[in-house]
């Protein structure tokens, strides 16, 4: 079985969390796949930082998982985009770009963190432009963890500062963006992350059959999963469950 998630927001001050995620974790079997869409962490200072930042026991909890045999693929979100090849290794996972094409039989499915179709958050795309250069980044690697840290906590603090001043509709994703992206992959089904906003959503595309966009949830009052069967898949949070049939 498929399994996807995203937006756990996973930080070394929050053991309800760390502890939901390892329960959950627990359920799945050594035939199960799982797909984890970005902001894995509240934020991550580089793979030499996950002592400091007290995210070691995420580390083993997924290298417990895929020593067991479960397959699991991190894609980076705008708040872990720092997770390399030494994170992986540790843990075992494989990692994803953003926009990976999820082929299942005849059905493509494309899963995104989310965060670049909010086209109208200018400041966060500009900010997500810098972050991604290769510059940018040895730049902030090459400092000391301590300095990363400051540097992240004034960024963080500054960006949850401008959410509360930003109009709610601004921090969502446009319909133009997410018709674009879809048309550039040729899929009609895409499931991403990153708004916090968990619905199933229709809408019609060019050609006969309508499309789809699936929003997980993040986990701050209880789990947000999504479970791909052959027929169907499902999206749960919390108590609530939706599904889309194929
Ligand atoms: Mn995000």
Same mark, same amino acid.
């Given at each position: 079985?498929?399994?996807?998630?995203?937006?756990?927001?996973?930080?070394?001050?929050?053991?309800?969390?760390?502890?939901?995620?390892?329960?959950?974790?627990?359920?799945?079997?050594?035939?199960?796949?799982?797909?984890?869409?970005?902001?894995?962490?509240?934020?991550?200072?580089?793979?030499?930082?996950?002592?400091?930042?007290?995210?070691?026991?995420?580390?083993?909890?997924?290298?417990?998982?895929?020593?067991?045999?479960?397959?699991?693929?991190?894609?980076?979100?705008?708040?872990?985009?720092?997770?390399?090849?030494?994170?992986?290794?540790?843990?075992? /996972?494989? $990692? !994803?770009?953003?926009? +990976?094409?999820?082929?299942?039989?005849? *059905?493509?499915?494309? #899963?995104?963190?989310?965060? =670049?179709?909010?086209?109208?958050?200018?400041?966060?795309?500009?900010?997500?432009?810098?972050?991604?250069?290769?510059?940018?980044?040895?730049?902030?690697?090459?400092?000391?963890?301590?300095?990363?840290?400051?540097?992240?906590?004034?960024?963080?603090?500054?960006?949850?500062?401008?959410?509360?001043?930003?109009?709610?509709?601004?921090?969502?994703?446009?319909?133009?963006?997410?018709?674009?992206?879809?048309?550039?992959?040729? /899929?009609? $089904? !895409?499931?991403?992350? +990153?708004?916090?906003?968990?619905?199933? *959503?229709?809408?019609? #595309?060019?050609?006969?059959? =309508?499309?789809?966009?699936?929003?997980?949830?993040?986990?701050?009052?209880?789990?947000?999963?999504?479970?791909?069967?052959?027929?169907?898949?499902?999206?749960?949070?919390?108590?609530?469950?939706?599904?889309?049939?194929?």
């Amino acid at each position: 079985m498929i399994h996807l998630i995203s937006d756990l927001h996973l930080s070394p001050d929050d053991d309800a969390l760390l502890h939901r995620f390892t329960t959950y974790l627990s359920s799945l079997t050594p035939s199960d796949s799982l797909y984890m869409l970005g902001d894995l962490f509240e934020y991550w200072l580089g793979d030499d930082a996950a002592e400091f930042l007290g995210q070691r026991p995420v580390e083993e909890a997924l290298a417990r998982l895929t020593a067991n045999g479960t397959k699991v693929w991190l894609m980076r979100g705008n708040r872990d985009f720092l997770a390399g090849t030494d994170f992986a290794d540790r843990c075992g /996972v494989g $990692l !994803l770009e953003d926009e +990976h094409i999820l082929q299942m039989g005849d *059905h493509r499915i494309l #899963l995104m963190h989310g965060d =670049s179709l909010c086209t109208d958050d200018l400041e966060h795309q500009a900010f997500r432009s810098l972050v991604r250069t290769d510059v940018w980044q040895q730049t902030f690697l090459a400092k000391s963890v301590p300095e990363r840290d400051a540097m992240a906590r004034a960024v963080r603090y500054r960006s949850e500062n401008g959410k509360v001043a930003k109009a709610i509709e601004i921090m969502d994703v446009t319909q133009p963006a997410v018709e674009a992206v879809m048309h550039q992959h040729q /899929v009609r $089904l !895409l499931i991403h992350g +990153h708004t916090h906003r968990p619905a199933i *959503h229709q809408f019609a #595309l060019s050609g006969p059959q =309508s499309g789809h966009r699936i929003v997980l949830g993040d986990w701050a009052t209880g789990p947000s999963s999504i479970c791909i069967h052959a027929s169907h898949l499902e999206l749960r949070h919390d108590t609530k469950a939706d599904a889309l049939y194929f």
